[in-house]
């Protein structure tokens, strides 16, 4: 694949100080995009102290997930979530889940996931506030009719993110908490060439950058663009906003356009 083509960013380190969080997420983003071709149940957030240097696991939330793919990578503890998860074997644990109607609980509270006929993993009706370290969206929101309802679920992607508090600090209770690691919240986008052609420098990418700049107002700072062999892989942390962000949000008026829609 070709080098960035948009300003790095530079992510969290790794527990072993190989890579950045950022840097491998991405590249099991790509992964589990397979180029292109798409191919847990829930587990409700440990409030469990971590005993000093072990690294608690990265909470990632795959959302439309066909199967489960990133299930079992090490250091990942994935949800995976679809509208129509695939049948058989691959998909036995994948949520069956409308994101853009799923509830947001308040922070600390349980996931909310009722049986279902066809799949076993059941429904997913809510997830709490703050309890995911990334949000994957990967082949999903070029899939989707209106450009509202694509700026809908990234904005739905940030509620369920960890934000650091107004000051750049995570919320934190007690030492050995969750948020003591100080991980920001990552959302990682894959989609096809649809978003926007495939240019040699970011000037070019027209759509790409009006993308960055209503993800960015929703809540998060452009970290890095990737060129895959079929498609774009856009990396972005979550931000704290204050109470004038928070109104200028309520009256922005969020859309993300393919790039014939322009």
Known sequence: SAAPVAPGGHG??????????????????????????????VTAPSAAPVASGECLPVRLLDVGSCGHRFSGLPGIESTALDLFPVPGPVGLSVLQCDFLELAVGPEGSSPVVKPHDRHPAGTLHSLPAGSFDAVVLSLVLSYLPRSAQRAAMVAKARELLRVPSSDGEFLESEPGSESADGRRGLLLVVDTLAVDVKAKTWHEQANLRRWVDVIEGLGFIFLRHQVLKKSHALAFAAVARNEEDERKAASFTAELPLRYET
């Open 12 to 41: 969290e380190t790794t527990c072993d100080g190989s890579a950045s969080g950022a840097t491998a997420l991405e590249a099991a983003a790509a992964r589990k995009a397979g180029e292109d071709v798409k191919q847990k149940s």
